[in-house]
């Protein structure tokens, strides 16, 4: 496993951008898929977006596909989530994963790590 730190997320007005940050710690960042997952108010945790292990692929929710961007740095340990023209109903904590399956997932339950989450409010 590793551990994973979130940061970025803030509030910002509908139609605006924001950039999440995942930092990874360990020397096998490189290793698993990445993904990112939003929880608003409620029990569902919703995928938002996943990454392979060379960044080589992505796959998103329909809901965010042509706004949102996941991209990975594995000389930095890093995942980020660029998010633009954000809509009201993108308000949520956006948590990011690492999975234990080696390739590319949407479902929770295939990842084994989790951040803390940060808190992402678009306002109308």
């Known amino acids: 496993q590793v551990q994973l730190v979130e940061s970025g997320g803030g509030l910002v007005q509908a139609g605006g951008s924001l950039r999440l940050s995942c930092v990874a710690s360990?020397?096998?960042?490189?290793?698993?898929?990445m993904g990112w997952f939003r929880q608003a108010p409620g029990p569902e945790r919703e995928f938002v977006a996943t990454?392979?292990?060379?960044?080589?692929?992505?796959y998103y929710a329909d809901s965010v596909k042509g706004r949102f961007t996941i991209a990975r740095d594995n000389a930095k340990n890093t995942v980020y989530l660029q998010m633009d023209s954000l809509k009201p109903e993108d308000t949520a904590v956006y948590y990011c994963?690492?999975?234990?399956?080696?390739?590319?997932?949407?479902?929770?339950?295939?990842?084994?790590?989790w951040g803390q989450g940060t808190q992402v409010t678009v306002s109308s």
């Open positions: 994963a690492a999975s234990s399956y080696p390739v590319t997932t949407t479902t929770p339950d295939r990842y084994n790590s």
């Open positions: 360990g020397r096998t960042f490189s290793a698993y898929p």
């Open positions: 990454i392979s292990r060379s960044g080589g692929s992505t």
